[in-house]
């Protein structure tokens, strides 16, 4: 079991930058990442990490602009924004869980360790 809680969401200007923060407390899950939900749309993967050093998943969408960093003895992670577009305004999701023989970006979809989500608001 694990309790993860987000923080860092706000609201910037196209182009700017945002830095989310997620610590768990409890077990440490080999697959942690960030998903969001971006109005009516299906919760996506954002940025995953498989602390096995399979490396990093990000989605193309924000390849290039978004980067993950980890620390692992602290179970916490990081998502830097940079270059924030309106089309990335939505609730990010600090994830958690078990590969489960999957890819960590698949798996987490149908993890039960979801915080609460932080809100990010980027206007043009």
């Known amino acids: 079991q694990v309790q993860l809680a987000e923080s860092g969401g706000g609201s910037v200007k196209a182009g700017g930058s945002l830095r989310l923060s997620c610590v768990g407390s409890?077990?440490?899950?080999?697959?942690m990442g960030w998903f969001r939900q971006i109005a009516e749309k299906e919760r996506e993967a954002v940025a995953v990490?498989?602390?096995?050093?399979?490396?990093?998943y990000y989605s193309d969408p924000v390849k290039g602009r978004f980067t993950l960093s980890m620390e692992n003895a602290k179970n916490r992670i990081y998502l830097q924004m940079n270059n924030l577009k309106p089309e990335d305004t939505g609730t990010y999701y600090c994830?958690?869980?078990?590969?489960?023989?999957?890819?960590?970006?698949?798996?987490?979809?149908?993890?039960?360790?979801w915080g609460q989500g932080t809100q990010v608001n980027v206007s043009s």
């Open positions: 409890g077990y440490r899950y080999i697959c």
């Open positions: 990490v498989h602390r096995g050093g399979d490396g990093t």
């Open positions: 994830v958690a869980g078990l590969a489960l023989g999957r890819p960590c970006f698949e798996a987490l979809r149908d993890s039960q360790f």
